[in-house]
């Protein structure tokens, strides 16, 4: 068993006014990603199932065909390969899980 501290590892910048910590274990990867008001996260997909939690903040969560507003206490699942895009409507914080691990993420 490994014990970690969020305020112990490295942030990660990833789009202007989004930044990333995170840890990944074999098969799952758990990121805290601070989003400034303005932020946006870039239509994308990926092979990982993802699912994110709304610890903060307000957020629009964009895919093919839905947009979604999500507060503290949303839980969002986004399957394997599926288009989605985010933007921050205020300073928010969201807690990302995906599986299996993000093998572009590992330091």
């Not at 942030?11 to 910590?21: A, D, L, N, S, V």
């Not at 239509?43 to 999500?70: M, P, Y």
Request: hydrophobic fraction near 35%; charged fraction near 30%; avoid cysteine.
């Amino acid at each position: 068993m490994k014990i970690r501290n969020w305020d112990n590892l490295k942030t990660i910048p990833m789009f202007e006014k989004i930044t990333r910590k995170s840890l990944s274990g074999e098969k799952l990867t758990v990121a805290r990603v601070e989003l400034k008001k303005g932020g946006l996260v870039p239509g994308h997909s990926h092979s990982n199932e993802q699912i994110t939690l709304v610890l903060s903040g307000k957020l629009i969560f964009r895919s093919e065909t839905e947009e979604k507003i999500a507060v503290p206490g949303d839980v969002i699942h986004t399957p394997s390969g599926n288009f989605h895009e985010v933007t921050a409507l205020e300073d928010s914080v969201v807690l990302d899980i995906f599986s299996p691990s993000r093998s572009d993420w590992k330091e």
